[in-house]
Each structure stands twice: as structure tokens, then as C-alpha cells.
């Protein structure tokens, strides 16, 4: 079960965030400080928290300025929704599904006063009596007919249905008591259905799965509600302790004495990842009388001891695993990164081994590197635990890592959102990469009259909210400029999602290999390839340029600068690849048939009977003309987002062969 669209309401700076969608692995919120963005957590949090997390309360959550309404009794608690979210159903959820209902989604919410409810979508919905009344009647006076000379005497099936349903309003549902009743009133009248009698047959069958609709939907939620993943933010990293004395610990633990905000969290989830408490531990660093002189004693002791240490060593092996994989240390310069874990009587010790083999504290190394420890830590731990198949909220992750070591650790969230469905808020450029904006959620607020408003499309009126996703291209942008020594120029962004996507697709199926070493530069506008071309060119670097073949492809692909610069070869137009010519033809139309399917299914606009009708207008032309809302970057973006589920066998045959002359002609160009 994953979360699917969520929608946050009355919750602290929130008054109506605004469904938006969540990505079935790992989702971004950026926004400027004070946006709203912690609490968009905080608030998803409580759809299913873990144990120990603070309850709603009216007093603290409840947007401030509205407060009063709720003590002047004008609002009620219990009719205040905070969060409410939609999950998609695995193949295990929906075995607790009747038949009829496997194809319906599960949503759930959470109120105010930390009530909860919740329902299935696109299942069939629980009767009421005003909806099979007649029916009930029609079905009575049939089986009134049917009752044979001499057994008048006895009660009519309609004498009782009325006497059944006489207090019932029109408006109640049918479940529990209800339909139990009803169904027992179908069961009596059975015998006296006409079983030559086709219609009242149909009539019987469609009362009795009618009638068991409602029971059968509060059952499949009953079970469903179990299954919900829980929620865990990790808003504030804990940190591990690098020197922790056992007995001490195991005493506030007894005593209900912890230290929930720092270390002591964070220690007792480094104990659990090797599977003791920490009371076991101590007596296992505790030695028998030296007077008592047992020789079974001793050698039970010494068994605790390699135990203990065993389990330090395993613990520290695949602690040590997981942070090399982010923090790469260049050990020529000593960044080795050995975690080890020492224990000495009822001390346990948390050191880093450098490539001398000297040992030193955890609490001496870097900030980025103690955060980086304890994040995993708790993690492990958790994620072993209740919180097994959780989904994770991060605020903020990683902002004591170096830049590089973030964009390291942004592939870490990567492997953990495989299996822990991701939530994370970020500033940082080096946590969006460039293939990633159909992952991300803007977060703002213009005002406080509006509150907290969450953007699906990455749209937003404070540039501040957009800031961290123009550096992240603007980073990744430099980097090719000047790194890659064979290079691509395209007009814009959607023409890099679709080579980057579609060249993906090809590679996988071993179709065409577009060469991995050329980089995809987008230039912004089709007047900007030649600024762009002539840059790299003078560099040393080979370039080719993918121009449209609209009004303002044509006139960039005569200016006499770039056609000295890349010559005719260098200079290629989406209409050459085509099979079938389209008059001012850009990249879409490269993917025509696919991308008419794609808009249909993903964003509900239907373009195909007038695309068939126009096969020589160009794909972007139409929608335009046809649709409203449209925009070029929301369709490359539902394209993206198809292309992760699909292969190239999903595209039509036409489209791959168009797509690998196109490659070929690539990779000559800058061979």
C-alpha cells in the first residue's frame, strides 16, 4: 500500500494545502524558509503515527488566527479534517477485497480531535433503503402470488417488508442489523421465487449482493486500516552518543528517565540494530565474583563476551558498508571511514578508524559525518522494527553533508525509497537532481489570509520556492558544459526529458545506445543553440545541435555562425527523422502516436480522433488549439513519468526505428 494524492487542512500555517500528488517512491517538497513545508510533514505524520508521537490538539494545531471560532463552540473538533490521503492497493491488499471491489482505491483521514475515518474509491457504493425499495416491494408482490390456497393465514412476504422497514428512514444505510434482517427476509421468500420466472430470478440475485454491499465494504476497510504503513519523521536526526555507559542507560530506562530529544534515541536504536536491550548488555559486561573461582562461570562469561563482541563487529560491518556508499572517502588524504564498535565492561564506545588504523571519536569528526552515522543507525533500526515498510518524512535531510556528499546521499534516499516510500523536504540543489522534477512538490505561501498551498506542476509566485530547482540545472548544467567532451544542444528542457527518457528506453532493450559520454545541454530557446554551440565549440569540444523544424528551428539552423560552427552534419532537425512528414514538426511528433495514448491516460485529454483527422499538423499544434490548460511541460513530465513503467517495446515500431536514426545520426555527429 502507497500513499497516492494527499490534501492537508487546518494545521498550523495550513488551511488548505490542495491535493497533490505523491510519487509511488520518493517525492520532494521545496519551498523558501517559513513555506509551510515542516508542517506539511508534521501534519501527513498523523495519518498513522508511531507510538510515542504527540496527539493532535486543537490549542497547538488549529490554524492560530481561527482559534477562537473553536472556543466560541462555532467549530467542532470532531468536523475538523487535518489530513486526508489516498493509497494505491498491492496485489496483498487487495485479497482482502470481495469480489466486485478489487479495483478500488483506499483512502483514509484524520480529524482534529484524532478521530479517523475512512473509505473505498471506485467501489461500488452501500445502498440506502430508498435505493432497493422498490425492488424489496416489486420482489414482495411477486412472492405474494406465489402463495398457494389454503396458506393465506399465514403472513405475506409484503406484510413483512413493511413491518421490516416501517421505522426505517429513506436515507439509512444498508449494513450491519439492516441488512442481516433483510437478507433473512430474502432467505424466507426464496422458495416462493418463480424460478421459470427469469426477471424476479435477476431481481432476487441483484437484492441479495446489493443488500451485502455495505457489510462487504466495512469489512475490506476494517482489514485495510490494518495494513496502513506508518508514518515516521524523522525531523530532528538523533545522535548517537560516542561513549555510552550500559548500566546507566539501562537505569533510565527503567526509571522512564530518557532523553527523547538527542542522544538517548538515538542509543537505544544503535542497541536494537544489534539486538539487545541495553540491560542485557550491561550483564554481559558484568563479571562473576573473581572470589568465586567457577571455571563454568568464567567460561559462560567469556561466551557473553565474543557474543557481544560479535555482534559490535557485525553491526559495525554493515553500518560501515552504508556510509562508504555516501561518504566515498579519499583515503590518500586519511577520509577513511571505518565505523567501530568497542565494548569495555559497561562502556560501549563509537569510534572511526582512519587508514593509519588510529581510532578517534565519533563525537571528533565532522558534523556532516555524526549526522551521517546516526542517520543510518536509526534507520537500520527502524526500518528492521515497527517501521518496516514505513513511510519515511525527512525534513531536511543531509544539510551538514558537503554539496558533493549530498548528491551522493540524494541516491541513498533513492535505494531507500525503493522500499520505504519517501517524503523529503530539501533547499538544497544538490538533493533535486535534473531527472528528478516530476518528483518534486512546491511548496509556498503568498499570505497568510491563504496559508500553505502545495503545487504539483512546478509552478510557483516566489521565485524564492523555485530556487533550489534553478541551481540544481544550473549546477548540473556547468558541469556538462565543461566537463563532457562530446555534447548535444537542445532548444529546451522537455527536448532533454524526452532524448534522456527515450534514449534510456532504447538502451534497456538494446534497440540503439545513444553514447552514455554526451551530455544534453538545453539552451532554454532555439535563438540560444548557437550562444550555447559556439561556447563548447571553442572549448574543443564536439558538438551537435537538435533543432525543431518550427518557424524558429528554421531560422536558428541558417544563422551563418551556427552553420560555420557544427557544419551540415552537426545541425539536426526532427523533421529528417521522420517517417511520415509533418509540416513544422519538434520532438513531440517523434513520439506522436505514444504521446496521444500517454495525454489520455495521465492527464485526461483526449486528442485522438483530431490528431487522425490532422496527420500533417504538428502534435503540439493540436493540443494547443485543444486544450485549455495546456502546457508543453506538462506533457513531457507525464511522459517521463510514463517512460518509468514502460519499455521501448511500448513504443509503436514506427517511433523506434525514428528514434534510432536519430541516435545513430547523434553519435556520428560527435563521434
Known sequence: MRIKKVVVQNYRSILDSEQFEIDAEKTILVGPNEAGKTAILQAIQHLNPPDGVKPLTALRDYPRAHYNKIKLGEVDPSNVRVVEAEFELDDDDREYLPEGMKDADYVLWRNLDNSTGHRLTGAPPKKTLSGIEKDLHRLAAHTD??????????????????????????HDTIEGDKASALLKWLEEVFPLVDEDNEKEETRYDRLKSEIGIGDARNQAVKALRKRVPVFVLFSNYFRVRPLIHLKQLAV????????DERFDYGNMCLLNLLGFSADELSEMGTAPDPDANDPEALEVFREKLDERQYLLN???VSLTREIRSVWNPDESRGEAAKLRLRADGQYLKVTVEDDLGVEVELDQRSEGFQWLVSFFVVFFAEAEGDHKNAVLLLDEPGMSLHALKQREFRKTISRLAANNQTIYTTHSPFLVGPDELDQVRVVEMDNRETGTKVHTSITANDPAALLPLQEALGYDLAQSLFTQKQNLVLEGLTDYWYVEAVA????????????EKIALVPSNTAGKVVYFATILHAQGFKVAALLDSDSAGEQAAKQDTLVHTLGNKGILRTRDFLAHQVKSAEVEDMLRDTLINVVKSECGWDVEAKAAKQKDRALVSILESEIKEFSKYKLAKAFVRWSRDHSSDDLTEGEREQWKKLVAAVNAAVK
Not at 145 to 170: Q, V, Y
Not at 252 to 259: K, P, Q, S, V, W
Not at 504 to 515: F, H, I, K, Q
Open 145 to 170: 402470488g406465489r402463495i398457494e390456497a389454503g396458506e393465506e393465514s399465514e403472513a405475506k412476504p409484503s406484510d413483512k417488508l413493511k413491518a421490516l422497514i416501517a421505522d426505517w428512514s429513506d
Open 252 to 259: 533510565r530506562i527503567a526509571n522512564g528517565t530518557l532523553d
Open 314 to 316: 557485525s553491526a559495525e
Open 504 to 515: 534510456g528506453l532504447l538502451r534497456d532493450s538494446g534497440v540503439a545506445n545513444l553514447n
